[in-house]
């Protein structure tokens, strides 16, 4: 694993990137999965988002992120996975996972976040989680159910795989159709991003008709 990689190139990260090509390279702003991963929806492209709430990068592609998702295709579905790649991964993908089975993920995925990088809070403890969930309407009793659930479990097991089988070696990255995968620095920073995916977007659409 390699996600070492992206901290010396925070600056290239955080650069804006310039006026959208024709075209991008395989193999230089994207990279074809050698195996491609079956996605939930056939009738749909699927973009998905790997992140670790302990990403200051991903933090920072929220504005972006959202932006992007009030203007993308109707052709497209979006799906967010938390990367598991040590315990603190597993964690906060278990919080991820709990918020989503208690119907609280948009408040808690904004908080959670909040709490790291503006609070400067650590969210290292089931306490301090438990905490956020309760300012958001979540009783303890609930909480713990719901963090210590079967359907918790299987959603963090399968977000482990996932983050194997698309072989990302750091967050945040992003995975059109279960076929390509781009990250920051490939695309050259955020918005880059975005502008690949539209691409490939395109490229998948067109190779459907």
């Not at 996972?97 to 089931?126: C, P, S, W």
């Amino acid at each position: 694993m390699k996600l070492i990689r992206l901290l010396p190139l925070l600056g290239l990260f955080l650069m804006p990137a310039g006026p959208a090509l024709a075209g991008y390279d395989e193999g230089i702003d994207y990279q074809r999965l050698a195996t491609p991963v079956s996605t939930n929806n056939p009738n749909k492209i699927e973009v998905v988002e790997l992140f670790w709430y302990g990403c200051p990068h991903c933090y920072r592609l929220e504005p972006e992120l959202k932006a992007w998702l009030k203007k993308k295709p109707a052709n497209v579905e979006f799906v967010r996975i938390p990367a598991v790649f040590r315990p603190l991964w597993k964690f906060h993908a278990d919080v991820y996972y709990t918020a989503e089975v208690l119907g609280v993920l948009d408040q808690i995925n904004h908080a959670m976040f909040e709490a790291m990088y503006v609070q400067r809070r650590k969210m290292k403890t089931v306490d301090e989680v438990k905490a956020l969930f309760a300012k958001h309407g979540v009783s303890s009793e609930d909480f713990e159910n719901a963090f210590n659930s079967f359907a918790v479990d299987a959603k963090v097991r399968r977000a482990v795989d996932l983050t194997r089988r698309y072989g990302i070696e750091g967050v945040p990255a992003l995975v059109i159709n279960g076929k390509y995968v781009t990250d920051g620095v490939m695309a050259h920073g955020n918005r880059g991003m975005f502008e690949v995916t539209d691409y490939l977007i395109n490229k998948e659409s067109s190779s459907s008709k």
